[in-house]
């Protein structure tokens, strides 16, 4: 038992220290940069199965993992607060990731009102510096 203790505090410290490298070293945007959401339009009423289309200006689209400046992919967050996700750290569970470089998704959603709003990240999932994030529409699932 206390192996396993000790090899999960050593996977943790691991961890951590991972951590804490990707948070220093960030990515920088491009000046001006700027993601939206190109459809469906903010207040739009949709089918429960539906595409969003994303934008970009002002940067490029690189598959994760892609070392190339001015470049990131798309997550897109349902229904979640954005400004609670780490802006230092690799974004985990609380977007879809895009990380082949997609531009858009068909998504299937219950009936009623969500909130859909994208945002850009690294080849390791972190968001730019400074974070290029579009405004939060809502739609309508009849």
Not at 90 to 116: D, V, W
Request: aromatic share 4%; charged share 15%.
């Amino acid at each position: 038992m206390k192996k396993l203790s000790k090899k999960i505090a050593i996977t943790g410290a691991v961890l951590a220290l991972s951590s804490m490298a990707f948070a220093l070293d960030r990515t920088p945007s491009k000046p001006g940069a700027s993601v939206y959401i190109i459809s469906p339009a903010n207040g739009e009423a949709v089918a429960s199965t539906f595409k969003v289309q994303f934008g970009l200006n002002g940067m490029g689209i690189a598959p994760a993992g892609t070392e190339k400046a001015g470049t990131g992919h798309h997550h897109l967050i349902v229904d979640g607060d954005i400004n609670a996700i780490p802006k230092n750290l690799p974004i985990a569970t609380q977007a879809t990731h895009f990380g082949g470089g997609q531009t858009e998704k068909t998504l299937t959603l219950s009936k009623g009102k969500h909130t859909l709003q994208l945002l850009l990240a690294d080849k390791f999932h972190i968001p730019h510096t400074p974070v290029v994030q579009s405004e939060k529409i809502t739609v309508f699932v009849k």
